[in-house]
């Protein structure tokens, strides 16, 4: 089964507007972290958020805000504002207590912003 | 920029060859982690060395091996490579008090003829 889960293969979102890319992850373990990264076309990755699954609140950082919903095992990303710069890839992912810290990814988010 | 760098930033090589990929990690960071960006199978973690030592271990061929060494830099050895081989690699290291960013490099990208 798939650990993290990106339904949206590609969205658009106009400028200045909020977009939410979508995540949903499984696991049995009771402590893990959850991540996005942003990848431009350069390639690069660029980390953006992180959120424990023990903190209460949920995570923000900048335009980025993590919408954390743990019964539903979901952690959306909410880009707030759009900017033509954040036209990239988005990844989320997931770290798992008994997984050492290595990252599961999901396959990513094509995300346009549009003038 | 990360902190993280990674040589070659491109490779370009024949099926059947060896190759060697080099990371270090930012200053400071004790763990290194490799991974595979590959179109059919997206990004997938390889190996994780800490302090010199294995950590952890996914989805890596026996055909790749990996170390850490004492100046905490990494190399990732890919032989008899394939086609399939060619993708993105790329290193990411973590803070030694466990700290949630992974930070990745540039990567390095590797296209196998």
């Known amino acids: 089964a798939q650990k993290i889960t990106q339904t949206q293969p590609g969205m658009f979102v106009q400028e200045k507007e909020a977009v939410t890319l979508d995540c949903t992850y499984d696991t049995s373990d009771p402590s893990y972290g959850l991540f996005w990264y942003k990848q431009p076309s350069s390639g690069e990755m660029i980390f953006l958020i992180y959120?424990?699954?023990?903190?209460?609140q949920n995570a923000t950082e900048g335009r980025y805000s993590l919408n954390f919903q743990k019964a539903r095992k979901s952690a959306n990303l909410v880009i707030s504002a759009s900017q033509l710069g954040d036209s990239a890839m988005y990844f989320c992912a997931m770290r798992e207590g008994g997984g050492g810290n290595k990252l599961t990814f999901g396959t990513g988010t094509q995300l346009k912003v549009e003038l | 920029d990360s902190g993280v760098t990674q040589t070659p930033k491109h490779l370009i090589t024949a099926t059947g060859q060896r190759v060697t990929l080099r990371c270090s990690p930012r200053s400071g960071d004790l763990s290194v982690y490799w991974y595979q960006q590959s179109l059919d199978q997206g990004l997938q973690f390889l190996i994780q060395?800490?302090?010199?030592?294995?950590?952890a271990k996914g989805n890596i061929l026996e055909r790749f091996s990996a170390q850490q060494f004492p100046d905490l830099h990494s190399e990732l050895n890919l032989s008899s490579l394939e086609l399939g081989d060619s993708a993105l690699y790329f290193c990411a290291s973590s803070p030694p008090q466990g700290g949630n960013e992974q930070y990745f490099g540039p990567g390095t990208r590797l296209t196998v003829t």
């Open positions: 959120q424990g699954s023990y903190d209460q």
């Open positions: 060395y800490y302090n010199g030592e294995e950590r």
